[in-house]
Antibody, heavy 120, light 107 residues
């Protein structure tokens, strides 16, 4: 069974940092491209970042570029999102999501999400 | 950035009726568009990819059509479990973008 489990969310002050993790099981992690997608409370979905299966190709949404860093450790079946210089606009549930297949940039498996709240 | 505009924002229908949801792109996405369903407190579920391909385990009552800038998700006969929020998403170009969602509610 495919599983993605996020952790690392919580309450952080504006300007602070947080590192999210996503541990996966049930599939060969190193074969799949991965993403982070977020959803502000009561709002729609926003794609945040993408990383290729090898980690050699990375993309970010403009709203997080220069502040967030995506990475992965294929040996640990883990995906990460380092978030710096956080603002209230970053408050959201953050999902890790697996890509359907190579170059098919749709999300077929999602974690349960981890809530990040940026507030003083 | 490709902007996806979904309409209507809210759709009120009864079980058994046909639902037609629209996703209009600010520039062509070819057929590189997917549809997701999200229920309260749950992660989204992929329904359709590349405009018309059903994802694994998705019932045949869900179908997608269109290409270019006008794409459609159709639910042929609504079941009680279909009432949810639906999002479109394009993979034609970076950044990946989602529409703002259509809420399908029971009339």
């Amino acid at each position: 069974e495919v599983q993605l489990v996020e952790s690392g969310g919580g309450l952080v002050q504006p300007g602070g940092s947080l590192r999210l993790s996503c541990v996966v099981s049930g599939f060969t992690f190193s074969n799949y491209e991965m993403n982070w997608v977020r959803q502000a409370p009561g709002k729609g979905l926003e794609w945040v970042s993408y990383i290729s299966n090898s980690g050699n190709s990375i993309h970010y949404a403009d709203s997080v570029k220069g502040r967030f860093t995506i990475s992965r450790d294929n040996a640990k079946n883990s995906l990460y999102l380092q978030m710096n210089s956080l603002t209230a606009e970053d408050t959201a549930v953050y999902y890790c999501a697996r890509v359907l297949g190579q170059q098919w940039l749709y999300f077929d498996y999602w974690g349960q999400g981890t809530l990040v709240t940026v507030s003083s | 950035e490709i902007v996806l505009t979904q309409s209507p924002a809210t759709l009120s229908l009864s079980p058994g009726e046909r639902a037609t949801l629209s996703c209009r792109a600010s520039q062509s996405v070819s057929s590189y568009l997917g549809w997701y369903q999200q229920k309260p407190g749950q992660a989204p579920r992929l329904l359709i990819y590349d405009a018309s391909k059903r994802a694994t385990g998705i019932p045949a009552r869900f179908s997608g059509s269109g290409s270019g800038t006008d794409l459609t998700l159709t639910i042929s006969s609504l079941e009680p479990e279909d009432f949810a929020v639906y999002y479109c998403q394009q993979r034609n170009s970076w950044p990946l973008t989602f529409g703002q969602g259509t809420r399908l509610q029971i009339k």
